[in-house]
T-cell receptor, first 115, second 115 residues
Framework: AQSVAQPEDQVNVAEGNPLTVKCTYS??????LFWYVQYPNRGLQFLLK??????LVKGSYGFEAEFNKSQTSFHLKKPSALVSDSALYFC?????????????FGKGTKLSVIP | GAGVSQTPSNKVTEKGKYVELRCDPI?????LYWYRQSLGQGPEFLIY????????DSGLPNDRFFAVRPEGSVSTLKIQRTERGDSAVYLC?????????????FGPGTRLTVL
């Protein structure tokens, strides 16, 4: 069975500082990895994904994530945080191969960017 | 273009009642998913449709939950004899067909409250 761990319930960062939101995963085979962001009373918005290729993936709103196979991690990063980045962030994994392509999500990390 | 839409946005019902939640996917998306997000948790997979058929319903918690997609577009999630534990946000997502198009796009969700 696949699983995702987001070890931090909350991350606080000052505006303009770099931010990192951590994610580790467990899945059989090569993983498909995703980050989504959720604003209050809104659905999930897709940020970026890793399927194959370059370990550093760039996504929307200046976010990027680095796939590290040996550490089974897919941490989300941004060089300079904005107050508007404050939201709930979810990491998700999908097992490779055929099937329903269902996503398994972590519990989420609340990011607060302090002005 | 239009994204995934879900109605109603909020639904309050009494224990034991029947509810229907509707999802209208992105036009042309053949894959449709339902997830349930409880407070403080990440979304959990319920059911997956490819076209009109439920290809994977392994996430449905019990036989009170049922979903249909009769014409391969709009889907309805049906919950019979609702219980207080069913209170959650129900999310719908859609995706293009094909393994190379792995991104699921989510709707805003329906917040179900069972009193």
């Amino acid at each position: 069975a696949q699983s995702v761990a987001q070890p931090e319930d909350q991350v606080n960062v000052a505006e303009g500082n770099p931010l990192t939101v951590k994610c580790t995963y467990s899945v059989s085979g090569n993983p498909y990895l995703f980050w989504y962001v959720q604003y209050p009373n809104r659905g999930l918005q897709f940020l970026l994904k890793y399927i194959t290729g370059d370990n550093l993936v760039k996504g929307s709103y200046g976010f990027e994530a680095e796939f590290n196979k040996s550490q089974t991690s897919f941490h989300l990063k941004k060089p300079s945080a904005l107050v508007s980045d404050s939201a709930l962030y979810f990491c998700a994994v999908r097992a490779p191969g055929a099937g329903s392509y269902q996503l398994t999500f972590g519990k989420g990390t609340k990011l607060s960017v302090i002005p | 273009g239009a994204g995934v839409s879900q109605t109603p946005s909020n639904k309050v019902t009494e224990k034991g009642k029947y509810v229907e939640l509707r999802c209208d996917p992105i036009s042309g998306h053949t894959a449709l998913y339902w997830y349930r997000q409880s407070l403080g948790q990440g979304p959990e997979f319920l059911i997956y449709f490819q076209g009109t058929g439920a290809a994977d319903d392994s996430g449905l918690p019990n036989d009170r939950f049922f979903a249909v997609r009769p014409e391969g577009s709009v889907s309805t999630l049906k919950i019979q004899r609702t219980e207080r534990g069913d209170s959650a946000v129900y999310l719908c997502a859609s995706k293009s067909s094909g393994a190379s198009t792995d991104t699921q796009y989510f709707g805003p969700g329906t917040r179900l409250t069972v009193l």
